[in-house]
Nanobody, 119 residues
Framework: QVQLVESGGGLAQAGGSLRLSCAASRTIYGLDSMGWYRQAPGKERELVAVIRTGDATNYLDSVKGRFTISRDNTKNTVYLQMNSLKPEDTAVYYC?????????????WGQGTQVTVSS
């Protein structure tokens, strides 16, 4: 089992910045990707950013140019730097780790951290 511990959420004003961190409890073998999802009230969970082995990244269109995902393999940690925040970024943000063995994917999730952006 892999446990993920998130930190860095909170309240920010529009135009401000926050940095989310997600630390895994141990080295992850078979790592396929690390990413961040978010879920706003009354909406489905959506993928915000993902970083794959080889460091290829993908972003939700609405956060491109504002958010940056990165990771520190020595600390088993993934980060999400969020700049130029907008009220519509308000959501619970979840860290995700996907492990792949023998063609089978297993997803691990953090507990979620609230991000609230005021106008």
């Amino acid at each position: 089992q892999v446990q993920l511990v998130e930190s860095g959420g909170g309240l920010a004003q529009a135009g401000g910045s926050l940095r989310l961190s997600c630390a895994a409890s141990r080295t992850i073998y078979g790592l396929d990707s690390m990413g961040w999802y978010r879920q706003a009230p009354g909406k489905e969970r959506e993928l915000v950013a993902v970083i794959r082995t080889g460091d290829a990244t993908n972003y939700l269109d609405s956060v491109k140019g504002r958010f940056t995902i990165s990771r520190d393999n020595t600390k088993n940690t993934v980060y999400l730097q969020m700049n130029s925040l907008k009220p519509e970024d308000t959501a619970v943000y979840y860290c995700n780790v996907r492990v792949r063995f023998w063609g089978r994917d297993t997803d691990y999730w953090g507990q979620g951290t609230q991000v609230t952006v005021s106008s």
